[in-house]
């Protein structure tokens, strides 16, 4: 008998089977993986688990119990607590208020800001390395924080309700190297105090870093349950995709060489602004720039910087020498400039609309009929058109985007730039939450954009994507360029030490 | 690839750094929900130095003890309604159900004495606001029509216990003590104004409250919290009731300021009340905000309007000037504000 | 319809009963038809033909006034407009006064009309826009500015009435007994749902209310389609003012003041969520019929006001349970 | 807002018979030139409109007599906590005389006791008001409805059908104006099938108009209507093609000019707008010393106008002629000299 038993789950979503009899046994004192393709049902799993989504069938156990939890106030008072891929942070509280939300210390129902603050902090500080600045973030709202201090925040949340069992649904998806090792202390802080934690995610080293056991899932139903010691990598995968693949080692290998002696395409010369110190850089044409350091250190904000949808102080942008005038991102999508932001769910996705309509938006009207008429034929093809080349899994284009599970939102996300025929294309953490057949198959897109020429810019979380991807990687630190290596001199140990060489000077 | 063996980076201790984390907790106290209640108190402040300078009678205690009185309906509903936008709700019935709470709290006051009719009347606030809270919670009907539909019922129910006057028999009336008591003052301030800090203490008192954090929180995003365990749907039918009962006091002060009821009263007070709180700072996509900011907007919006009628313009330029003057106001307010949503 | 109304089952392209039910148009389309037989059962002859074509026959001035309520909500952002009814108005006013009643005097009445309307549009779009006031009461404060307009201009006694032209052409009775004022509502129902689900502001419509930040971010001017998006309704809203001075002759200075609210309850009726991004047009027109069925099946009904504010009230809250409900925080 | 197009009035309060007012509003003289507000609920109708243009007209002739200097016009749309505003609004600009057209009979009685004691004097126009502080000068609603459900009564004879098109359900003037009109119908043996509610609204006037043919078409030979809708109903019983059915209408212009038109037989029963400037007379004359006669107030506090002649078919040309130029919205008007004012002093 197991600590954890999921035993035939099922769950359909309209005409979507999410799981199809999917079972998981997990012990105490371990960290479980539990692993699959995108869309292959661990969200699911996971909120059955912890009582956001009602289970059409299931037989669950804890501890010997059946296990009753019709809404998250039973997991939480059965000690079950749980990170979940897309964040559950209220942005205006602060993040004091946000980790103790719903078990607040009280008096006849007055709050003890006191009590509730001192608790909160003792959680933070044991992330006290992945927070930027020198003091806990406790009484700043949770809104004003970087995406990855964030994660860090709901990490923090479910840690203080102390729970039995403790769900990481993709809670690395958006850490830096340095931010998931701080975590990973903690978690296995957590193990060795007979705590489980499942724990999802889609990189590879993570799960060979932290994980004993793992159990992977399969179109909602099980794969197998293995020992990660005695598995290899590409067994793993074989397991989740159902196929043989060379994912492993192809990260980047596809990447065209030599792109530095094409033309210089885009221009940055001295840009500043919020958290933006005077970056300048060029990008070539069929070059991939990669752009690394430690979390947070302006990346995402010089991606929006140079798109128009954050503000620059000063600094000039040219593309192919001409000077542009881009103040918002509809002139920069005109300048043939694509985003694939960092934040999907906020700044990626029409949720409640159509697949359809979410691939064509930023292109739709270059396939106008009559400019402003639509062609439904059209855009029809054009969707397909993009489904087709990353391969997204869905029932129907015309499905809500909502209904797609992370990974394939993640798709859609950067499948509405191929259809604009982008010049440059800047990607902020553009494999966040995809899986790795479906990231090879996102590097095959980034290839091939480099043979046609365009110019790709690449802020990564994940350094091995970063190391597999780029011709060259710009180090910052405090929103400024402090090192450039080339692919010839890029290692792990170099990025590494780059990003850290400030504490030298 | 397992060999991750960076170390935690170092946060530097420099002065400097240290500078900044003090202007961004500053910033960031400023900026969570207090900036825009600032914004209010600088428009109070604009308004009545203008009527200073243009209303002789600005200070009169006449025109003091007016404010007071006129604005404490209003804010009694304002502060009902706010509360009811934080939670991402609102209440296009609120006005009507000030109106259902003072028709039968008037007609009670004869057979029943004062404080049970009071007690009758804000129990009638208070379940129109749970049915409106079921409707909008448990129902999951969209608030603004919920409300707007259950307008005509609460309407209909006021007409129904207070028909209209004209089949010759004397409509009930407040106590003259209570309207009379509402006019005087104690230690030389007006009792409406004594009444309107009762009303900002009683928001203060409830803001401190485990129930109001999760008003905030469900306000800011239902899913979230609802996935954190917070009961979202007690939560959304416990705000109405609340603010049902504010329409309950509202009713209150309607009955002292007019002596008497109206079944058609009241139902001008809530789309007002929504401009109120929306000058006060508080966001109509609910999460932020308070009703401290709502009182403010409600007197900036009196003074506003203190100033038109000293200023006498000619009878048609009234309206224009009024409405200009209203948008003027949200737009000022809305200025310093970090207001989200649209760019 | 647009893809989220027609969704249908990926097991093989045929709509599903049970889906075809949960579309709201369908269902606001059968309580339209429900409304009718069981108005018929408590007063015989309501489902007559006559009386149906009748209801149409007012329902046409709400549903073209709520076409630009639609487009607004569509929107998002809590778009609202509350100040169609008062533009209504004034559109009627301007209609009345500037054409004196003379049929050659018409369409430069009309011209003017909209374009004084489409002016108070920009203004709504732009205070809600650029200066970031919440639609609600933005548009509210409009109603004064515009209420103001109208006395100033009118002197609180508008003069003139509709040219008989125009009058001609909403009242006609053509075949079946349709009156004009339908076949106008059908012709505009076409254009705006072709405008919705066949033209690129339609979509950004749709994008602007599903995520405006996405929506921003993929090079979508957000601004400018607001205002663009707030001078259509003062547009549609001029347009049903046309038709009201049309059918009623004589223009009064609260003519249409009655749609501010009502619009948008047919709006949501007809499914389109106050969210924004999800709707479209269809369900309002059906949502229109809806409500103005009510409203006559309350006149026939005759009982007293307090039971009839009463019933209306009741009435409306089944409507909307019936579809008008948000999704459940449980999965 | 309440209040509605036009016809709005008052019934005579609550029959109580209280005893001289006499006190504070009336009585002392003093010297002018004198500051007079006026109070007004509701914009969204022309007869109040009208209201205010005669207020002003009659206000400019006491201003080259050098009585008045100054006019305060509080005029907006709103419920009786915003004219309980206006009041106080008025009171603190320090006007001696109130004329309102109140938007509620009892709402507002404290409100008015405030002011009288600030020693404002207050004439409640179109709707009586119940507070002992006020003088209500206003013509007797259901009198005047009462004067045109005859006239149908008359047309039909006993045993006819008819349906009732009103104002603003619970309205105190549209249930006072109706109340006296079923009492009518009651006595001549007349069947009402039915009754719906316009609020006063042409546009509404013309749609329930339309939903009663609908549903009593056959059965009815009559409609009586408000002042306000009846322009709407004529419309819908021309457009339907049922001139058979005997309607009542309202008097002004634009009903008259679609009378003429139509060449029926109905009848227009005369609401003067001119009230409020009759009132500012009454304002006047008290504020010079003068004071009312106690024996001509009913119920205590109410003097009731007489109600002029109605407009008849056999007369509608010498009316036309007089509404010759006005536009549609304007009613029929009268607005009593200052002798006839006279005739109810001491
Ligand atoms: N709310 C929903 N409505 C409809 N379908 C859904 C919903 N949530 C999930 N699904 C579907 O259920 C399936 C399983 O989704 P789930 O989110 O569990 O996948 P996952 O394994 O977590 O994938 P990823 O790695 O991309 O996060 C997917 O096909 C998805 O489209
Ligand atoms: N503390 C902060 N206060 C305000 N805005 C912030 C803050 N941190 C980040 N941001 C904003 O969030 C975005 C991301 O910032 P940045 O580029 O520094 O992060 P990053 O390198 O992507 O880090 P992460 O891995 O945490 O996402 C930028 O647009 C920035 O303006
Ligand atoms: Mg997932
Ligand atoms: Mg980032």
Redesign the interface.
């Known amino acids: 008998m197991s600590f954890l038993e999921m035993r035939d789950v099922h769950k359909r979503?309209?005409?979507?089977r999410a799981l199809n009899g999917a079972d998981l046994f997990a012990e105490r004192g371990e960290v479980h993986a539990l692993l699959g393709a995108n869309g292959s049902g661990k969200s699911t799993m996971n909120?059955i688990l912890?009582?956001?989504?009602?289970p059409d069938q299931a037989e669950l156990r804890l501890d010997g119990e059946p296990l009753r939890v019709?809404?998250?106030?039973d997991?939480?008072r059965l000690g079950i607590a749980?990170v979940?891929q897309e964040?559950?942070?209220?942005?205006?509280?602060?993040v004091a208020?946000n980790v103790g939300?719903?078990?607040?210390a009280?008096t006849a129902?007055?709050?003890r800001p006191r009590a509730i603050r001192s608790r909160a902090e003792a959680v933070l500080r044991r992330f006290?390395?992945?927070?930027?600045?020198?003091?806990l973030p406790v009484?700043?709202?949770v809104g004003?924080l970087s995406p990855g201090e964030q994660q860090v925040i709901e990490i923090c949340?479910a840690i203080a309700r102390e729970p039995r069992v403790l769900v990481l649904d993709e809670a690395t998806a958006s850490l830096h190297?340095?931010q998931?090792?701080?975590l990973?202390d903690v978690v296995r802080q957590l193990r060795d105090d007979g705590i489980l934690v499942l724990f999802t995610s889609h990189r590879?080293?993570?799960i060979?870093?932290l994980c004993d056991r793992a159990t992977v899932l399969r179109n909602g139903e099980v794969a197998g349950a293995v020992q990660l010691a005695e598995t290899s990598e590409a067994q793993l995968v074989e397991m989740m995709v159902g196929r043989q693949t060379g994912v492993a080692e192809s990260t980047g290998a596809t990447i065209p060489m030599a792109a530095e002696r094409q033309p210089v395409v885009l221009q940055v010369e001295d840009v500043v602004g919020d958290r933006l110190a005077g970056v300048s850089l060029e990008v070539h044409a069929g070059e991939v720039l990669g752009l690394g350091g430690?979390?947070g250190q302006g990346q995402s904000a010089l991606l929006a910087a140079i798109?128009g949808?954050q503000r620059r102080r000063s600094g000039r942008l040219l593309l192919d020498g001409r000077e542009l005038r881009i103040r918002?991102?509809?002139h920069?999508?005109?300048e043939g400039i694509a985003?694939v932001?960092g934040n999907r769910a906020?700044?990626?996705?029409?949720?409640?609309?159509?697949i359809?309509?979410n691939l064509?938006?930023?292109s739709?009207?270059g396939r106008?009929v009559v400019p402003?008429?639509?062609s439904?034929k059209r855009e029809r093809a054009a969707a397909d058109q993009a489904v087709e080349q990353l391969r997204i899994k869905l029932?129907?284009v015309?499905?809500?985007v909502s209904t797609l599970s992370g990974g394939n939102q993640q798709k859609v996300v950067v499948g509405?730039w191929l259809l604009e025929q982008p010049r440059v294309v800047l990607l902020d953490d553009p494999t966040k939450g995809i899986d790795v057949a479906a990231k090879d198959e996102l590097y095959e897109v980034i290839a091939r954009l480099t043979e046609e020429g365009v110019a790709v810019i690449l802020n990564s979380s994940d350094d091995?994507e970063l190391l597999g991807l780029s011709h060259r990687v710009l180090v910052f630190y405090e929103g400024r360029v402090v090192d450039e290596l080339h692919r010839a001199d890029l290692s792990r140990d170099r990025l590494?030490a780059s990003?850290?060489q400030?504490?030298d000077r | 690839?397992?060999?991750?063996?960076?170390?935690?980076?170092?946060?530097?201790?420099t002065g400097s750094?240290?500078a900044?984390?003090r202007a961004?907790?500053a910033m960031?106290?400023l900026?969570?929900?207090r900036l825009p209640t600032a914004t209010a108190f600088v428009l109070l402040a604009i308004a009545f130095a203008i009527n200073v300078v243009v209303n002789d009678n600005f200070l009169t205690a006449f025109n003091i003890r007016s404010i007071m009185a006129n604005a404490l309906p209003l804010a009694a509903v304002a502060v009902g309604q706010t509360i009811i936008v934080i939670g991402r709700g609102i209440d296009l019935s609120i006005g009507v159900t000030a109106a259902l709470a003072s028709v039968v709290t008037v007609t009670l006051v004869e057979p029943l004495g004062l404080l049970p009719a009071m007690a009758v009347g804000l129990a009638t606030g208070a379940a129109c606001g749970l049915v409106n809270g079921v409707l909008v919670g448990i129902v999951r009907l969209q608030p603004i029509v919920a409300t707007f539909a259950t307008s005509f019922v609460w309407a209909g129910l006021a007409l129904w216990v207070l028909p209209p006057a004209g089949s010759g028999e004397a409509a009930p009336r407040m106590p003259q003590g209570f309207t009379q008591g509402f006019r005087d003052t104690t230690l030389g301030i007006p009792n409406g104004a004594w009444l309107l800090l009762g009303l900002v203490g009683l928001w203060l008192l409830l803001k401190?409250?485990?129930?109001l954090?999760?008003v905030?929180?469900v306000g800011?995003?239902e899913?979230?919290?609802?996935?954190?365990?917070?009961?979202v749907v007690g939560v959304q039918v416990l705000t109405y009731v609340v603010g049902g009962a504010f329409a309950g006091l509202a009713a209150f002060a309607m009955l002292a300021n007019s002596g008497s009821g109206d079944a058609l009263s009241g139902g001008g007070l809530t789309l007002i009340s929504i401009a109120a709180l929306v000058i006060g700072g508080t966001r109509l996509s609910g999460?932020?905000g308070g009703a401290g900011g709502t009182v403010v907007g409600v007197l900036v919006l009196q003074l506003l309007s203190n100033i038109v009628v000293a200023l006498r313009p000619p009878t048609e330029m009234r309206q224009l000037i009024d409405g200009l003057l209203v948008i003027a106001a949200l737009a000022l307010a809305g200025l310093w504000s970090n207001r989200r949503g649209g760019? | 319809m647009s893809?989220?109304e027609?969704?249908?089952?990926?097991?093989g392209g045929r709509p599903d009963v049970r889906d075809l039910l949960r579309n709201p148009v369908v269902l606001a389309g059968i309580v339209a038809v429900l409304l009718f037989v069981v108005g018929n059962l408590l007063v015989p002859g309501f489902g007559s033909y006559g009386t149906v074509m009748n209801v149409l026959r007012v329902a046409a001035f709400l549903g073209v006034i709520a076409a630009g309520q639609t487009i607004v909500i569509l929107a998002g952002g809590e778009g609202i407009d509350l100040s169609v009814g008062k533009i209504a108005t004034f559109s009627a006013i301007v209609v009345a006064q500037v054409s004196g009643g003379e049929d050659g005097r018409l369409l430069l009445a009309v011209a003017t009309a909209l374009l004084f309307c489409g002016l108070v549009g920009v203004v709504n779009g732009v205070g809600v826009a650029y200066l970031r006031i919440p639609p609600l009461v933005m548009t509210l404060g409009m109603v004064a500015v515009v209420q103001g307009i109208i006395r100033v201009y009118s002197g609180g006694q508008p003069e003139g009435r509709a040219p008989a032209a125009l009058s001609q052409l909403v009242n006609a009775r053509t075949v079946l007994g349709i009156r004009g004022s339908v076949w106008i509502w059908l012709i505009i129902a076409v254009g705006v749902v072709a405008l919705l689900r066949?033209?690129?502001?339609g979509?950004r419509v749709?994008?602007l209310g599903?995520?405006r930040?996405?929506?921003?971010?993929?090079?979508?001017?957000v601004q400018r389609n607001l205002v663009l998006v707030y001078v259509a309704s003062s547009l549609f809203a001029a347009l049903g003012g046309v038709m009201l001075i049309g059918y009623s002759g004589a223009a009064s200075i609260s003519l249409a003041d009655q749609y501010q609210l009502i619009s948008i309850a047919a709006v949501v009726i007809g499914g389109t969520t106050l969210a924004g991004?999800?709707g479209g047009y269809l369900g309002t027109v059906i949502g229109a019929v809806v409500l103005q069925a009510l409203t006559s099946l309350l006149v026939a009904l005759n009982i007293g006001a307090a039971g009839r504010q009463i019933v209306n009230g009741l009435i409306l809250i089944v409507l909307l349970s019936a579809y008008g409900r948000q999704r459940r925080l449980?999965? | 807002a309440c209040g509605g197009n036009g016809g709005d009035g008052g019934n005579g309060g609550d029959g109580q018979d209280t005893a001289g007012t006499g006190g504070e509003e009336g009585g002392e003289a003093a010297a002018g030139p004198f500051t007079i507000g006026v109070s007004n609920g509701f914009t969204g109708s022309e007869w109040r409109t009208q209201m205010i243009a005669n207020i002003e007209e009659v206000f400019a002739e006491y201003e080259e007599q050098g009585l008045v200097d100054e006019l305060i016009i509080e005029s907006d749309d709103v419920d009786e906590a915003g004219q309980i505003e206006q009041i106080r609004n008025l009171v603190n600009q320090g006007v001696d005389a109130i004329i309102i057209n109140p938007n509620s009979p009892d709402a507002l009685n404290a409100a008015f006791e405030e002011a009288a004691a600030e020693g404002v004097n207050i004439y409640a126009v179109d709707q009586a008001v119940t507070s002992e502080a006020v003088r209500n000068i206003v013509i007797d609603q259901s009198e005047w409805a009462q004067i045109s459900a005859e006239w149908l009564a008359e047309e039909l004879g006993e045993g006819a059908q008819i349906v009732g098109v009103n104002g603003i359900a619970g309205h105190p003037a549209n249930e006072a104006r109706w109340g006296g009109a079923q009492e009518v119908f009651e006595e001549h043996g007349i069947e009402v099938v039915a009754q719906g509610n316009a609020n006063w609204s042409q546009a509404e006037g013309q749609t329930v108009m339309q939903e009663l043919l609908g549903q009593y078409g056959d059965t009815i030979d009559g409609v009586w209507a408000q002042d306000g809708v009846a322009e709407g109903v004529l419309r819908a019983l021309i457009d339907e093609d049922r001139l058979d059915i005997t309607t009542t209408g309202e008097a002004r212009a634009g009903y008259l000019r679609l009378w003429d038109e139509a060449g029926i037989d109905t009848i227009g029963v005369v609401n003067p707008p001119g009230v409020g400037a009759t009132a500012l007379r009454f304002a006047l004359l008290e504020l010079q010393g003068e004071s009312i006669d106690e024996s001509q107030l009913e119920n205590g506090n109410t003097v009731f106008l007489p109600l002029p002649d109605s407009v008849t078919s056999s007369e509608l040309d010498a009316w036309l002629a007089d509404v010759e130029g006005q536009p549609d919205g304007y009613s029929v008007d009268v607005i009593l000299s200052e002798d006839e004012v006279r005739d109810y002093l001491q």
């Open positions: 979503y309209g005409g979507v909120k912890t009582g956001i989504a009602a019709t809404r998250p106030q997991a939480h749980a979940y964040l559950s942070l209220i942005p205006d509280l602060t208020a939300l719903a078990f607040e009280t129902g007055f709050l006290a390395g992945a927070f930027s600045g020198d003091r009484d700043v709202p004003q949340k190297a340095a998931v090792e701080v990973f590879m080293g993570e060979y870093a430690l979390a798109f949808a918002r991102p509809s920069a999508v005109a985003f932001p906020r700044e990626g996705l029409l949720p409640v609309r159509p359809l309509e064509t938006l930023a739709m009207r106008a402003g008429v639509l439904q029932g129907s015309n499905d809500p509405k091995e590494v990003s850290l400030v504490v | 690839m397992s060999g991750t063996q960076v170390r935690p980076p170092q946060p530097d201790a750094s240290d900044g984390d961004r907790d960031a106290w900026m969570a929900g401190r409250t485990r129930f954090r999760h905030y929180a800011g995003d899913l979230a919290a609802y996935a954190t365990g917070v009961r999460g932020a760019r | 893809a989220t027609t969704r249908v089952t990926d097991s066949r033209t690129t502001f979509r749709y994008a599903a995520n930040e996405t929506a921003y971010l993929s090079g979508i001017n991004g999800v449980r999965q």
